[in-house]
């Protein structure tokens, strides 16, 4: 008896994940870059952010992005540009709810502010 409830519990609580994607440079809003920018700039390590959709019985409410994730670490770092990104999904089941996520962790640009000159 111990051991159908043991195996059932096994398939029922299960987890998967995968890396899918490696970027070097990411930044969706970055029009024009001028060079004093990047050597005023601050970096930032360890960046983390996630995007996260449930399910209840094999249905899910949506799928999780990679542009929320990226959107939620470069908003929650105040960076402007994420380098070194790395990108995970994550599935997780345990019945009759479960959820899928994307979990971006990065390192930040903060660029320096561009006023009408750069005067050292």
Known sequence: ??????????????????????????????????????????????????????????????SPSLEEAVRTALDLSETDILVNLKADRRFSFGFPLGEETITVTADGIKLAPMFGGFND
Do not use: H, W
Not at 7 to 22: G, H, K, M, N, W
């Open 1 to 62: 008896m111990f051991k159908r409830l043991f195996v059932l519990s096994i398939l029922l609580l299960s987890a998967c994940t995968s890396r899918f994607a490696e970027l070097g440079v990411v930044s969706p809003d970055l029009n024009r870059l001028e060079i004093k920018q990047l050597e005023k700039a601050e970096y930032i390590k360890d960046i983390s952010a996630t995007s996260v959709r449930r399910t209840f019985l094999f249905f899910t409410f949506g």
